[in-house]
């Protein structure tokens, strides 16, 4: 352990709990992805929607491999982040760190949890400016998640589904989410931190 990340008073008996490590490498493949993902949604909608020859059976395989590496890097870049906000307002989070990622997987809980997270992360680098962008993204992303899949599912009775109001919302969800991705990533300091008195 560097003195740069050595706990100090009685956080130095009980050890530390977090370090602080750098978010912008996560940060920029999540970005990546999400960019790609979008890109990948206009040209389903240019070259015709569920006739897009991305969607053949010789080539979905694409586009589910990049949603879920997509998913997967989101997940391992809000884990590193919310470990960072401990660091940086210690024993001020009513979720821990290791519930951060498990709020995404959690029935129901999937509906408000990672929303109350995000803003936390936020607020623990300094005053929280973006709430309305954060609720912006969420917004879209229930229109885009749950609250699409149910209305196809029990108003529609399709499960499959892939039309140019879809991708739309999908776009957009992707715009908001790369602004919050890089609004929250530069609100925390590159580090490394030293620790704060954790008492």
């Known amino acids: 352990m560097d003195a740069c990340n050595m706990p100090v008073g009685p956080a130095a008996v009980r050890g530390p709990r977090h370090r602080f490590r750098n978010p912008a490498g996560p940060a ?40 879920v590496s997509c998913r997967v890097a989101f997940l391992v870049r809000f884990h590193r982040v919310r470990c960072n906000a401990e660091v940086l307002a210690p024993n001020s989070h009513k979720y821990t760190p290791g519930f951060a990622p498990g709020a995404w997987i959690t029935p129901l809980a999937v509906w408000w949890l990672p929303r109350r997270i995000t803003l936390d992360i936020r607020q623990a680098g300094g005053p929280p400016r973006d709430v309305r962008l954060i609720d912006a993204w969420w917004f ?9 899949v149910a209305f196809h599912f029990l108003v529609l009775d399709v499960f499959g589904y892939r039309n140019p109001v879809d991708q739309g919302i ?12 890089r609004r929250v990533t530069a609100n925390q300091p590159a580090g490394p931190l030293a620790y704060f008195d954790m008492t």
């Open 170 to 181: 999908s776009i957009l969800c992707a715009v908001l989410a790369l602004a919050v991705v």
């Open 140 to 148: 879209v992303r229930l229109c885009h998640g749950p609250l699409s």
């Open 28 to 67: 920029v493949v999540v970005q990546s992805l999400i960019a790609a993902q979008a890109v990948l949604d206009v040209y389903i909608i240019a070259t015709g929607g569920k006739e897009s020859p991305w969607l053949s059976e010789e080539l979905v395989l694409f586009p589910a491999v990049l949603q």
